[in-house]
DNA sequence: CGGCATCCAGCCGGATACTG
DNA sequence: CAGTATCCGGCTGGATGCCG
């Protein structure tokens, strides 16, 4: 779930690698962007709110983004169980960033795509 | 090398998950950075420069970022070879978003690291 | 010098099934 | 409901070696 430190290297002076290897994580993002529309969301509406994540693989990414300190989790003793999901403030810190790239990414995602057609066409040829 | 399409769903509609996927590759933005930094440079100074780095994974990692579009290659006739890289101009508009996340990580590695490890500490006992 | 080919290990995440 | 357990395929990236 943490991957393991990462082995020695300049991964250990650069913070910035540990942010990114989280982002690596396939649905880190899209959750904390979900998170950040929705104040408290639970679980079962995660699943839901992203239709092609995994229980599994939801718990996971949950996990780390709590123990990052990212998200906090709270439970409520009650049948059936129900657990709510949001961002902490340092997580809400980061929704900016995300939505800026998402929109660096809407801008460009033509460009880029059209881009790599060419490349492609052009390996071939 | 080009990640295949990820089959359908979310992710055909939503850009910002085919740019995520590239900054999950391990060493995508930290190229983009070095290259911020150096204007042009060649292969073997980007060996250099990022020393954990083997040449294949440097190769694909470049062959991926010019086939979006965001770096420009430039080969010399001479011998021995001499190639150059540089961002494109739509490389380097992605560059402060980057600057920015490597800053937000910075400022909070600490704060995730400790509760990483605060975390892990609950989840033994 | 600037790669590509090959090989190979580890991790990531998907599917499924099962619990308190 | 909210996960965990298990199994497993595929991709990523590291090491090494060769080639124009």
Redo the contacts between chains.
């Keep these: 779930m ?1 991957r393991k430190e990462e082995r020695n ?3 250990e002076i650069c ?7 989280r ?4 649905w880190a ?2 959750v904390v962007l979900v998170l950040s529309e929705h104040e408290k969301v639970r679980f079962s509406e995660l699943c839901r709110l ?3 994540i995994s229980s599994r693989v939801l718990s996971g990414t949950l996990k780390t983004l ?5 998200v906090s989790r709270t439970t409520y003793p009650v049948v059936p169980p129900k657990v709510e999901y949001q961002l902490t403030e ?1 997580g809400r ?2 929704v900016p ?1 995300i939505v ?3 929109e ?3 801008t ?2 033509k ?2 795509v059209a ?2 057609k060419e ?2 066409a052009e390996d071939e040829g």
């Design positions: 943490l290297s300049i991964i913070p910035v690698r540990n942010v990114i290897a982002f690596g994580n396939k993002l899209l992203i239709p092609d709590e123990a990052d300190g990212l340092m810190t980061l960033l800026q790239l998402t660096w990414a809407q460009n995602m460009k880029i881009h790599r490349f492609e």
